[in-house]
Each structure stands twice: as C-alpha cells, then as structure tokens.
C-alpha cells in the first residue's frame, strides 16, 4: 500500500465559513491499550467464547416446539441437535440450563464493553487526541461486542420460548395482557433494550465518520479532522453495508425480546395462515382463469415461504454470526497491520516494537477470560447431569 504519511497536512472540510483548514498528520505512535497483541487476542477470545457457548445452548437445548419449526431448524434439529441427544451419555438441556446464565453475563458483558469502548473512542476523537488508524480498530473491536451479542439474543430468545406459534397464539385468550405486573425480569429486560438503542446508535454515528473516501490513505491522520472530509469510495460502501445491517438486525432483535410484541405477532401470523387459506379456497376451479390466478397466488407464495424460512431460521442466524465473526477478525487483523512498517511508512518500527509488546495491559484482559469459565464452575452442578 503506497501511502505518504510522514508529516504530511491534509486538507479537511470544517466549516461553511471556513471551508478548509489544515491538519498535521504525523507519523503515528503506539497505543497498546487499543491495538495491542493481548488487548486484540482477548477481544476476539471473548468474542469466540461467547460465540461457542450459545451455539452449545441452542444445540443442547431440548426441542421445544419441533412442528412448529420452520424447514430448515428443522433440519438442524434433526441432523445435529437429535443425533448429539442420543449419543451423549448426560442429559443435554442439564448443560443448557447451566451455560444459560453464562451466555447471559456475556452478552451484557459485550453489550457494555461496546458502548465504553465506542463512548471513549468517540470522546478522545472529540478531543483529537486518536488517530483514524486506532479509531477504525476501536470500531473493528465494537463490532465484534455488537455480532456476539446479537448471536446471545437468539439464545434469549429460545429460552423465552415464545417466539414460535402453537395453537394457544391463535385463540383470543392469548391476546390478553398478562396480570403479574412489572417485574424484576422486565426491568432488567428494558434495560437491555435501552442499552441497544444507544449501542446502535454509536455504531451508526460511527459508521458515518468512518465513510470517508481517504480512511486507508491518511489513517495517521487525527479523525476528529479525517470525519469532516469527503466521503466515498470503499470505506463508504462498508459503511452503508454496516448501516443496513444495524438498522435491520438491532430493532428485529429488539422486538423479538419483547414478549408483548412476539404474542402480537404469533397471533398475526397465525391470521395470514387462516387467510391464506381462504385465499386458496377462492381460488378453486377447473376454468383457466381460475387455475391461472391460482398458479400464480401459489408460486408467489412459495417464493416468499422460501425467503421467509431462510430470513426467519435460527439455523441462518448462527451461520450469519458465525461468518460475521470470521470478517471481523480479517478485518481486525488486515487494519492493525496498515500501520507495518514493511508496508507503509505511517509508524516506525519502534513505535511498532512497542505496540507488540506484551506488558500489564496486555496481559490482564487475557487473564479476565477465566471469569466467564469460573462463572460456568459455580453454576454446575456435577450431581445433576446425569
């Protein structure tokens, strides 16, 4: 990658009165705390960690509704999930049960480690004191807090056990409000619902300043003076995948742990059933224009069936998750390297050596991973598994 960096003024837009104002770009200096070896390693061990201990939830968790599973949780259930129950010697949903409440404190581990980290990226870029490079891993690292807790709210969801239709969801009865009152579940629940909203915010505010056509070509830049300037290119277009895949999965998630919202829904549901039905019925006959409409209401049908059953899967959703994952680690690994010496001239190599270094920093957020192991100790219990 040809990049100019040493010393180098880059112009910026700043004002409508002051339209151009220039920055000084020197090289840039090691900062550990964010782009060092152990803090990156620790990240993306806790990413995996969260990662693996949701899927083991959902594959370990007992069918709880299996006719009422779309096609191809279906097909998970039964060449995955029901192969792994007949063969284990313990009793499966037992380990659910315990990995549950650990998948629990992850996800809102991730989920608060997310908006400190973008909080504090988003105050020192405020203040100029953080380059583009460090500021775009902050955001590689936040995105990784934002995909695994994503992939943790599946999990929620199918504890809650609510989000799939059964023949109660279609009875008028279960249109009624619930009499317990609020309770200390729900609280903790809006909670987190509004801990989401200000994640997704900061990562769409985020994902704005980081559209700016010269990210990969003036990363040593300040970005309190890089957000202001032109936006295009590849940065932009990652920016608007990002922006889609914000604005879509956070509210679907969010709605989707709301129990009132899921009832709504199932009834919804189960009321395009019935219509669809009579839709059909209609349709009936031997004339050409009947079987025409009917070939066409059918074929329709089955195309959004057939999206519906990808877009609504669990199974998609860890696959999403799991490749999601894999991204951001190319991701992280490709933006710290920018700053190589051997590629570009935007660090020396000591600044560089100091940056690899493995001090207190680095070493004590690797040691923080054995929480969630001693977390999963504690709720085990030996006598129960069998």
Known sequence: MNSSCISEQVKCYATSTNPFTYCDCPPIKADSDIAGQGVLSAFMASALLTILL?????VFK??????QLNELDKLFRLFVCRPLHKRSNYKLEVWADRLYPVVLSLSDSQLVTGIAMLASAIKLMNDGSITAYHFNIVSDLAWFSSITHLMTLLVIRVFMGSQ??????CSTTSTKSSNRGFTHHDMLRYI?????VIMAAMLLYVCYLLGVERLYDDFNCPMKCLARSKRGGTPLKWSR????????SYPVSIIQIIPTFTRSWLV???KIEKLHYSIDKNLEGTSFEKILKRAIYRTLKMIFVVFWQFLASETEDILEGIAWFVVGVISVIQDRDLANPNDAACMSPIEWKKQNEWGFGQLVPLFLLFLPVLSFVEAWNPEGNR
Do not use: G, Q, V
């Not at 949701?54 to 959902?58: F, G, H, K």
């Not at 007992?62 to 006719?67: K, M, R, S, V």
């Not at 799939?164 to 969801?169: A, D, L, T």
């Not at 987190?192 to 989401?196: D, G, V």
């Open 54 to 58: 949701s899927i083991a939830c959902l």
């Open 164 to 169: 799939k239709p059964s023949k109660e969801h």
């Open 192 to 196: 987190r619902i509004c801990l989401m």
């Open 268 to 270: 919804l549901r189960c």
């Open 241 to 248: 995948m990002n922006f889609s895949l914000i604005i879509w």
């Open 62 to 67: 007992e069918d709880y509704n299996f006719t």
